[in-house]
């Protein structure tokens, strides 16, 4: 949280490794076994639309690109961290938000994984989508958050229970059940 001592390249170091590394291995494992209209929600924030408006205009360019790879991704991921662990983040076009720029991760992670899942498994109309809770109250956002968990669940819980014949969304960012421009 913003009141954490530790040194920011530890921060980002910590945060990268659990919100866009940890989504990614078990994308990594998981996607192979879901079933024909299957759905998969990943859990971003709106935080990574504002992380990306602090980013420098070649990273914006990059982060936004509808040909970014994987490991495109995962090379500029681990950038941010070095980047970060030298204090030179700023400096390089990052924004000042670890958060922010893991969610901007798994943000394009995701559009990345629904491209995939088009070229390679089109016939299987398996809808994968990131999306916004929103600002619940939980250990990590406190009391003060203007949604209970039941509230924070319904865009997830949309976009899982998604009805086989849907088309869409699909790689897309959603927050309060709508399709948000990245």
């Not at 659990?18 to 209209?37: A, H, I, M, S």
């Not at 495109?72 to 958060?99: I, S």
Request: hydrophobic content about 35%; proline content about 6%; glycine content about 8%.
């Amino acid at each position: 949280k913003v009141n954490d001592t530790a040194p920011f390249g530890v921060q980002a170091e910590v945060t990268l490794k659990t919100n866009f590394f940890g989504t990614r291995d078990v994308c990594t494992e998981l996607l192979p076994l879901v079933k024909p209209y299957g759905k998969v929600v990943n859990v971003s924030s709106m935080v990574s639309s504002s992380a990306l408006k602090g980013c420098s205009q070649e990273l914006q360019q990059k982060f936004r690109s509808d040909t970014i790879t994987e490991d495109e991704l995962v090379n500029l991921m681990t950038k941010f961290v070095e980047d970060a662990k030298k204090g030179v983040h700023q400096k390089e076009g990052w924004p000042n938000t670890a958060y922010g720029v893991s969610k901007i991760g798994v943000t394009v992670l995701s559009r990345i994984q629904a491209r995939i899942l088009n070229e390679k498994r089109k016939g299987d109309h398996i809808l994968l989508n990131a999306c916004c809770p929103g600002w619940v109250r939980t250990d990590m956002a406190g009391p003060k958050a203007p949604k209970s968990p039941e509230e924070g669940a319904e865009t997830p819980v949309y976009l899982a229970l998604l009805p086989s014949n849907a088309d869409g969304p699909h790689g897309q960012f959603v927050s309060e059940k709508t399709v948000q421009t990245w």
